[in-house]
């Protein structure tokens, strides 16, 4: 069974079953005025964006190395080999990651990446590596 809190202090004086709930894929919510808020287990999420938002990532080969890029965002890095390109991309996913949470949020071409956002930061290297070329670490 799920937990339902009524508010900011009920959430707090039962934050342990709060977090045990969204820990184990439960129905974890706080109402906060007219507003719902979940707490979700961060791999649980971080997985089901990663199936709803797949990478689209392209590479190509050029004279001097790899370029990588993603088509819709505004991300792309060079390297000398195919494995430096892509790391050279999750490094500017990273930093493209900061700078949407930081300012761009609320920006007309950028608001509904929330979603890629949250993925990318609850992501390990690995994982974010995984998520762009596919392949297992």
Known sequence: MGVHLAGYRE??????????????GRSATVRCGDRTVAVVDGERLRHALARIYPSKVQVV????????????????????????????????????????????????DHRDNWGLMQMICLSSDAQLRQWLVGVSP
């Open 61 to 108: 080969a050029e004279e001097s190395g790899w370029s990588a890029f993603i088509p819709g965002l505004p991300v792309a890095a060079d390297g000398s080999t195919f494995d430096e390109a892509i790391g050279e991309l999750l490094d500017v996913l990273r930093e493209y990651a900061e700078d949407w949470q930081d300012h761009l949020s609320d920006a007309p």
């Open 11 to 24: 959430a707090l004086a039962r934050l342990g079953e709060l977090l045990d709930a969204a820990e184990r």
